[in-house]
């Protein structure tokens, strides 16, 4: 038996008794939500950058799970969050986003609010080839067992538009550190994976009744504005949106992550004042860039 790769890169900030569980994307690791969560952890969140199942190793030990274990890894990330705070909102990165709109739809009771940051139903950016956007038909084609051994490898920009940041991210993703910046490709049999979880949350996007904050490149690379219009229309909960100018994909770590920040702990904040259960040591603070 193969022995795993998986390194633990999970991360918890304690601050308030309001917690954000973060949630990073397919193939991803947690350090690409950690700007992320200093940021609100300094504006006075307990921030919880959770582990998704499979992931941070080698491709193998992402291989010997699907979606269905990547949503169980949520609910215990926040089940474990819940033990520290009073109130619990989630949000995630693409795949991360809609893993977050899941929980949201199993378990109502626990999510008072959402960031939905670069969220991905279909991969339709500019930089997708015509054969990755056919990738909807995966499920199909693995569950004959077929071209279990191919991937799509990542592609300049690799998602991020600041040059210096993708230098860093994508320099180590490619040296194979896929603790600190993810694996470089994504197997066909995970990417199968990935579109039954849609398959599964799309239809049930009605019952997303908690606040969301959708924010989203308007230039995304990987996964177009229309990713953001879908969510917008079908979700009954009050939504705000926002499209960032000046980023690619990963926007939690390119150039206008204090933006995301920003809006997250405002957009949070505005949500715990209007609950009869108020919450104390939490605060908008300044998000100078950490970079």
């Avoid at 609100?40 to 921030?47: E, I, P, S, W, Y």
């Avoid at 709109?101 to 626990?110: D, F, G, S, T, V």
């Avoid at 550190?177 to 994976?193: I, K």
Wanted: aromatic share 8%.
């Amino acid at each position: 038996m193969t022995q795993s790769m998986i390194k633990q890169a999970d991360f918890l900030l304690r601050g308030g008794r309001a917690g954000v569980l973060l949630i990073h994307g397919l193939t991803g690791t947690p350090a690409e939500m950690r700007f992320v969560g200093k940021g609100l952890n300094r504006a006075g969140f307990t921030v919880y950058g959770m582990q998704l199942a499979g992931h941070c190793g080698s491709e193998a030990d992402l291989l010997k799970t699907g979606w269905h274990d990547w949503a169980r890894s949520v609910r215990e990330g926040a089940d474990r969050l819940r033990r520290e705070v009073d109130h619990l909102f989630v949000a995630g990165l693409s795949m991360g986003s809609v893993l977050a709109l899941n929980l949201a739809i199993e378990k109502p009771q626990w999510v008072d609010g959402l960031g939905l940051y670069g969220s991905t139903l279909f991969y339709d950016g500019w930089t997708i080839p015509r054969m990755a956007r056919l990738s909807f038909l995966l499920p199909l084609v693995c569950g004959l067992g077929l071209f279990r051994q191919r991937r799509f490898m990542e592609s300049f920009p690799y998602g991020i538009k600041d040059e210096r940041v993708r230098m860093r991210i994508a320099g180590a993703m490619l040296d194979g550190q896929s603790a600190a910046a993810g694996l470089p490709g994504n197997p066909w049999p995970s990417l199968a994976e990935f579109h039954k979880l849609v398959w599964h949350v799309r239809p049930r996007l009605q019952d997303v009744r908690a606040p969301a904050l959708i924010m989203h490149a308007a230039d995304d690379d990987i996964a177009s504005v229309r990713n953001a219009r879908v969510i917008e229309r079908r979700i009954t909960g009050p939504s705000e949106t926002v499209l960032l100018n000046d980023s690619y994909h990963m926007i939690t770590v390119d150039g206008e992550r204090d933006k995301v920040i920003s809006r997250s702990a405002d957009f949070f904040t505005r949500i715990l004042s209007e609950s009869p259960m108020r919450v104390s040591r939490v605060r908008v603070a300044a998000t100078p860039s950490m970079a």
